[in-house]
């Protein structure tokens, strides 16, 4: 259990609530719960308010809620003998995910919390507050603005922007955004709420530096990474090579059993981000490999996890991946494949057409962004942009500059410079 839980979880605990609750239920949260000094403070305010909820509610309600769930189970063969309710372990994964009522399963959890997350929600909302999220695409992308942001240009709307009439070096272009000008504070150092309410997620790591005050806010660049990931690598081959390694959901358990593979520096001084910089790079979905995957779920789960009310997510151009597959996903493009290395402008323009997409949508799962978020989806050197902002927010003029949008945004969030 957590050495250090909220009087509400340590409540819940004491109850003996969880004697009565479905075991697959109980063990999951239990499991977390394990995890409590991992856990954001907005992950820590659910599991607060999910308890919060079953132990104000009348117990024949709670008993209702949860009898599918445990009629299911006991099909399953769901018991005591078969089932450890102190861990959650890669063989009862196994285990639910190879009996015939598995779907059945499924639904039933997702019954439960489509009837709880609805009225957890409604308490967020009545307390709720502005959010900004600005998701910036590189320079060299091959289109122009008439075919970017194309599957979610139906959300919101295409700004144009008034850029200097000396021009603009694209690289100056987010730090404007965010700056107002030089040597400005960004809105990252504005911060005035927790540390993990803003976050900067960059595919490199050149925008690292507009955040001047380190613990002001979070900032990741895989780019800043590249020695913290060759070392993972290092230690992926190590396993494989000495342990019968039978996939990566196996290899993922194996490794996130290694304190050693925290990252170094600011980041390994945080025990929440360098968890959650670990638990990113070792998903096995190509994030070890590819920037511009990395950063795509690096700022989903923060969206996920964090909650943040300030998001900055600067994608880049990735190179043409090489063959791969199963456990290589873990391994050194360089040093696995003797195919040169060659940029791929075009496979970038069509990742990130997704990705937009991907990052939004997060946004709109969740209640805290629902009606307060400002989204604003730029691509460097372009005089265009898309806007997705509630009714309520208004444009400082029908083509505003980057400095004028700049104190927009500032305002919206109500951060003073």
């Not at 959890?109 to 997350?117: E, G, L, P, T, Y």
């Not at 504070?185 to 690292?208: C, F, K, V």
């Not at 390994?268 to 779920?297: H, K, M, Q, Y």
Request: aromatic share 8%; proline share 6%; charged share 20%.
């Amino acid at each position: 259990m957590p050495s250090h839980p909220s009087a509400v979880v340590q409540r819940m605990l004491d109850s003996g609530l969880f004697e009565r609750l479905p075991a697959t239920f109980t063990t999951y949260t239990l499991d977390r719960l394990r995890g409590w000094d991992l856990l954001f403070p907005a992950e820590r305010s659910y599991f607060e308010r999910l308890l919060a909820m079953f132990e104000r509610s009348d117990s024949s309600l709670v008993d209702q809620l949860f009898a599918p769930l445990a009629a299911v189970e006991s099909k399953m063969g769901v018991d005591a003998r078969a089932w450890r309710k102190q861990e959650f372990s890669l063989a009862q994964v196994d285990f639910l995910q190879r009996s015939p009522h598995y779907a059945e399963w499924r639904s039933c959890v997702a019954d439960i919390f489509a009837r709880v997350d609805p009225l957890l929600d409604q308490e967020v909302a009545s307390s709720n507050h502005t959010r900004l999220l600005i998701v910036s695409s590189p320079s060299d992308l091959p289109v122009g603005p008439d075919r970017m942001w194309l599957r979610i240009a139906g959300h919101g709307q295409r700004v144009p922007l008034e850029l200097p009439a000396a021009g603009l070096d694209p690289a100056e272009y987010l730090p404007l955004l965010l700056t107002g000008g030089a040597g400005a504070r960004s809105l990252l150092d504005r911060n005035p709420l927790s540390r993990y309410d803003a976050w900067l997620i960059d595919a490199g790591e050149r925008h690292l530096s507009l955040l001047k005050k380190q613990r002001s806010a979070v900032a990741i660049g895989y780019g800043a990474l590249a020695d913290y990931r060759a070392r993972v690598m290092a230690e992926v081959r190590k396993v494989v090579e000495s342990k019968r390694i039978q996939g990566p959901q196996q290899l993922g358990a194996e490794l996130r059993r290694m304190a050693s593979l925290m990252p170094p520096g600011e980041l390994g001084a945080d025990p929440l981000v360098a968890d959650f910089v670990r638990n990113i790079l070792l998903a096995g979905n190509g994030t070890l490999l590819i920037n511009n995957t990395f950063t795509e779920w690096a700022a989903v789960q923060a969206l996920r996890r964090a909650r943040p009310t300030l998001s900055v997510v600067s994608f880049g151009i990735r190179n043409k991946v090489k063959p791969f597959s199963s456990l290589l996903i873990y391994e050194d493009q360089e040093r696995a494949s003797a195919i040169p290395t060659q940029v791929d402008t075009l496979g970038t323009y069509v990742d990130l057409e997704i990705f937009y997409q991907y990052v939004l949508q997060e946004c709109g799962k969740h209640a805290e962004y629902r009606g307060t978020t400002l989204a604003l989806f730029v691509a460097e050197g372009m005089d265009e942009l898309l806007m997705v902002a509630p009714p309520s927010f208004r444009l400082p003029s029908p083509r505003p500059t980057l400095v004028a949008l700049h104190e927009a945004a500032g305002e919206w969030l109500g951060w003073s410079a």
